[in-house]
Nanobody, 124 residues
Framework: VQLKVPGGGSVQTSGSLRLSCAAS????????MGWFRQAPGQEREGVAT???????AYADSVKGRFNISRDNAKDTLYLQMNNLKPEDTAMYYC???????????????????WGQGTQVTVSS
């Protein structure tokens, strides 16, 4: 599967952005998907994941503010980000893999199926 992520964006604190990730190649619906991010000088962080059956998981730092979803008919993954904070500023990456029932966040962290990063900047 190949992953393409259109541009992110810049917003002010408390603003909203939606990221999308278009997949192509293999059966998108079989994959668990996720979003990871990395800010300069910081370690990569798992943000949100969604299994093939629609089960979702979120990092504590984004719970209640971000929502991950998928449209299998369009082979597209989304990340709706609300109430954005300056600490959400990072390069965001779309990730995919087959999780086989294992915890998606752990599987995707070591996946080799990464899309190109897209910059999200939140200004105060």
């Amino acid at each position: 599967v190949q992953l393409k992520v259109p541009g992110g964006g810049s917003v002010q604190t408390s603003g909203s952005l939606r990221l999308s990730c278009a997949a192509s190649g293999e059966a998108f619906s079989r994959y668990c998907m996720g979003w990871f991010r990395q800010a300069p000088g910081q370690e990569r962080e798992g943000v949100a994941t969604i299994d093939a059956d629609g089960t979702t998981a979120y990092a504590d730092s984004v719970k209640g503010r971000f929502n991950i979803s998928r449209d299998n008919a369009k082979d597209t993954l989304y990340l709706q980000m609300n109430n954005l904070k300056p600490e959400d500023t990072a390069m965001y990456y779309c990730v995919a893999d087959q999780c086989w029932g294992l915890a998606a966040m752990q599987v995707l962290a070591i996946s080799h199926l990464w899309g190109q990063g897209t910059q999200v900047t939140v200004s105060s």
